[in-house]
């Protein structure tokens, strides 16, 4: 509670509990500014409690009954979704599986039971994976981020002209 005429109002409103309904009213019985506020928020409060709420005519509330059964009900939007991005996201899950698991087999060694020789997949990785085959991957990467950010936004922009 900020100021004393919220104290007041809900003094009036019986929304205190006891500590603090014993506090407001000494300040009342201490202070005259308060009291006199006090007085006026609680002659505020009888004439609030007087007066009559009028209610809407039926015709009125028939009309607007009415008027809001002719809008048309709101239809759930339905976004088309382009198959070559599926595709492209899917295909992109698979290599990436496919990688990770040649990763594994290059990794491990493999033996054959009975066959005592030592099965290994043995190419020099460092070779062929170097900085500028992974800047290059990079490279590629945010030039694909790019155009799909783009695309994205125009067709934002596109649904925003629309409107």
């Known amino acids: 509670m900020n100021t004393i005429e919220e104290q007041l109002w809900d003094y009036i ?8 309904a014993i506090a ?9 500014e308060v009291k ?10 009888n004439a609030f409690d007087k007066m009559e ?9 028939r009309n607007v009954m ?3 059964a002719l809008e048309p009900a709101p239809i759930a939007m339905k976004t088309k979704v382009d198959k070559k991005i599926i ?6 899950f698979v290599l990436s599986l496919l990688m ?8 491990s060694n493999l033996t054959m039971p009975g066959f005592d020789q030592k099965v290994s997949f043995d190419f020099n990785l460092n070779q062929h994976i170097t900085p500028a085959t992974i800047y290059s991957f990079l490279f590629a990467d945010l030039v694909i981020g790019l ?8 067709g934002r922009l596109a649904q925003i002209k629309k409107v």
């Open 13 to 20: 409103d019986g929304n205190l509990d006891a500590a603090q």
């Open 24 to 32: 407001i009213k000494e300040k009342i019985d201490t202070d005259a």
């Open 36 to 45: 006199f506020q006090y007085e006026e928020l609680l002659r505020f409060n």
């Open 53 to 61: 709420f009028e209610e809407p005519s039926m015709s009125f509330t």
């Open 66 to 68: 009415e008027s809001i």
């Open 87 to 92: 595709y492209g996201i899917g295909s992109f």
């Open 100 to 107: 990770l698991f040649g990763y594994v087999l290059y990794n």
């Open 147 to 154: 155009i799909f950010i783009d695309q994205l936004l125009r």
